[in-house]
């Protein structure tokens, strides 16, 4: 099956314009400064949404503009991480109860949420006419950003692959267990099989030493390059803390319950360099192992 792309919202019928081929877009981009990365993972309780909620909030303490799409669909949690209670959430988009802009909160930090909901077998099976019909809505919303970070489902499902093949740019979370950065290689894959255009990031979390996230993250590069012909970039590492499961409790971000905590640290470097690097197509990576995200 061809893979849904994010396009832009449609013109008007009473405005023409010449006939273009159609071309990949991020999330519907109507602006070359908007971005959007797929947060992604080969499997299960990496810590992949707690990622992207401190990234998010990280990012937007720092002035930027983050909308955070949660696409895990069916086990949606964005809402419990951010501390936020959204009232409606992407079920009553799919049914036609409302628009995609109606059921944007806002969270910490300035940072906005797109709610998914979880348990309901519509959230966990999109069809392709769906799907279309929230990537161009989401393409709208993405026209007022700086950044979109989509916490993608886990695994390498039909579902999953659509949001990380339509993202500019990709961080793939995994942790120094074996089962976990194996998922990821078979993650990446399958992405590679079916197009994937961008240079994937990886991010090793839950880590107990530079040394351990560096083997883990050096092997996963090494097999990628050799097996598929795929550069994969070093971002950094997260280490084990106990204030993450602290910060989970208290349903806040730990850049904003422990700030000077080491994940908090390890964190905000990572959206740091995130923000600074530029998307002319360069590859989202840096060289060197430095500091508590090196």
């Not at 990537?135 to 993608?152: K, Q, S």
């Not at 992405?191 to 839950?206: D, F």
Request: aromatic residues 2%.
């Amino acid at each position: 099956m061809s893979h849904l792309k994010l396009v832009p919202p449609k013109r008007s019928r009473g405005t023409k314009s010449p006939v273009r081929k159609p071309k990949r877009v991020v999330i519907g981009l109507p602006r070359p400064a908007v971005r959007t990365l797929a947060v992604v993972s080969g499997k299960g309780g990496v810590g992949k949404s707690n990622v992207v909620a401190n990234l998010a909030v990280a990012m937007g303490e720092m002035g930027a503009s983050v909308l955070v799409l949660d696409a895990d669909l069916g086990q949606a949690n964005q809402d419990v991480l951010l501390g936020v209670h959204p009232r409606v959430d992407l079920l009553s988009v799919l049914r036609g109860e409302c628009a995609l802009e109606d059921i944007v909160i806002e969270g910490p930090a300035g940072v906005k949420l797109v709610p998914a909901g979880s348990g309901d077998p519509l959230l966990a099976d999109v069809d392709d006419v769906r799907r279309e019909r929230l990537f161009r809505e989401i393409g709208a919303l993405a026209a007022e950003r700086d950044i979109v970070l989509i916490d993608n489902a886990s695994g390498a499902s039909r579902q999953a692959a659509g949001f990380p093949l339509a993202a500019r740019e990709m961080v793939v979370v995994t942790t120094p267990e074996p089962t976990a950065y194996a998922d990821s290689y078979g993650l990446i894959k399958v992405l590679a099989r079916q197009g994937l255009s961008t240079q994937p990031g990886v991010l090793v979390n839950l880590s107990t030493s530079v040394e351990d996230a560096e083997e883990v993250a050096h092997r996963l590069a090494s097999v990628c390059r050799r097996f598929l012909r795929v550069q994969v970039h070093m971002l950094g590492h997260v280490p084990v803390d106990p204030a993450l499961t602290q910060a989970v409790r208290r349903q806040e971000p730990v850049v904003v319950s422990y700030p000077n905590s080491p994940s908090a640290r390890a964190l905000t470097t990572l959206a740091e360099r995130l923000l600074s690097h530029a998307p002319d197509g360069s590859p989202l990576g840096y060289p060197a192992w430095e500091g508590e995200c090196a």
